[in-house]
């Protein structure tokens, strides 16, 4: 069983940065691929970044250059940097751990929104 806890959401403007985190207990973090994902109004969940035990990366196309992802495995923790926020970043990002079995989990949520 993972638990995950994110942080960091909040009120931005555009061209602004941002740092989430996501705090995890439970078992295998080290193991686990991590990500963050984000929901717009409207829209569906989509793929923000991962990152994998190996620390090899992947990114969204619409993040690619901007955010940056990054894990500690002491302590058990995974951030994402977003720098140059645009309005169309406004969403709730979730933090996901995904194990090596293919369970998921998932955190509650930290929204942010970008202002123009």
């Known amino acids: 069983q993972v638990q995950l806890v994110e942080s960091g959401g909040g009120l931005v403007q555009a061209g602004g940065s941002l740092r989430l985190s996501c705090a995890a207990s439970g078992s295998g973090f080290n193991t686990n691929r991590m990500g963050w994902f984000r929901q717009a109004p409207g829209k569906q969940r989509e793929l923000v970044a991962t990152?994998?035990?190996?620390?090899?990366?992947t990114y969204g196309d619409s993040v690619r250059g901007r955010f940056t992802i990054f894990r500690d495995n002491l302590m058990r923790t995974v951030s994402l940097q977003m720098s140059s926020l645009k309005p169309e970043d406004t969403a709730v990002y979730y933090c996901?751990?995904?194990?090596?079995?293919?369970?998921?989990?998932w955190g509650k949520g930290t929204l942010v929104t970008v202002s123009s």
């Open positions: 990152i994998t035990s190996g620390f090899g990366k």
């Open positions: 996901n751990a995904l194990t090596p079995a293919g369970m998921a989990y």
